[in-house]
C-alpha cells in the first residue's frame, strides 16, 4: 500500500505502508462453506449495506431523498 499523508500532500511525496496481510474475501467464503456457517458480515448484510450505497449515489446524482427500506431479517 502508498500514501500520500501530512506534509507530504504539498509535493505529492508517496510512501509505502508496511501492513499485515489480511484474507480476501474469496478465502473467508471458503472457510465458511467448509466450517458449514455464515461468517460476519453476511451475504444478507453486505446486500443491504450496498442497497444503502447505491441509494446514496442516486441521491447525489438526482439532488433528491431516498427512501431506503431495511430489514433486520437473519
Known sequence: MR????????TATWRDIPFDPVETNYQRFVQAVRAGKTQ??????????????DKAIA???????????????R
Open 59 to 73: 441521491s447525489d446524482l438526482s439532488h433528491r431523498d431516498e427512501q431506503v427500506a431495511y430489514h433486520l431479517a
Open 3 to 10: 500514501a500520500c499523508l501530512g506534509d507530504d500532500v504539498h
Open 40 to 53: 460476519e458480515p453476511s451475504y444478507r448484510r453486505a446486500a443491504n449495506i450496498q442497497k444503502v450505497l
